[in-house]
């Protein structure tokens, strides 16, 4: 077996691990989606205690919702194949279903269904970007509303 020098045998790892790393990022699975669920209680009356979690966010939903303090009440996240469907609860006796109907590059349909108990109160489908949020207004709750954000990468 030939001998290698050590600097070329580093390039060729570098190299190696630099592929490893840029196919790993930029080429999704076919058929396959990452989901995060949050839900998040909208009020005008003050927080207590002050925390929030969502203060990097909350500029942006105060321009789409008009409240003006948010809370993150709970969050969860799921992968999901193409035509699974998985049940999510996001406490407070709501839970969401999701089923990913098709990934078409870095585009997801999903078909979103809020589930009070047993009962459905609320079903939609949506199409999404890759990295984008869709948000869904829940019912009222608390002097406020609750807000269910649905991220997939």
């Given amino acids: ?30 058929g396959a989606a990452d989901i995060a669920v949050r839900l998040i209680h909208a009020t005008n009356a003050p927080i207590p205690g002050g925390e929030k979690g969502l203060q990097e966010s909350e500029p942006r939903l105060a321009k789409a919702f008009g409240w003006r303090e948010y809370r993150l009440l709970s969050k969860t996240s799921s992968s999901l194949q193409e035509g699974e469907i998985r049940q999510l609860d996001l406490g407070r006796k709501l839970a969401l279903r999701v089923k990913l109907l098709k990934q078409q590059g870095l585009t997801y349909l999903v078909r979103c269904q809020v589930l009070r108990g047993e009962e459905e109160i609320l079903q939609t489908s949506v199409s999404m970007a890759s990295g984008s949020a869709y948000f869904i207004t829940g019912p009222e709750h608390d002097n406020g509303q609750l807000l269910i954000s649905i991220a997939i990468r």
């Avoid at 580093?10 to 999704?28: Q, W």
Wanted: one cysteine or more.
């Fill in 1 to 30: 077996m030939k001998d290698c020098d050590p600097l070329s045998a580093l390039k060729l790892i570098k190299i190696g691990i630099l592929a490893a790393t840029v196919m790993a990022f930029s080429v999704p699975l076919a």
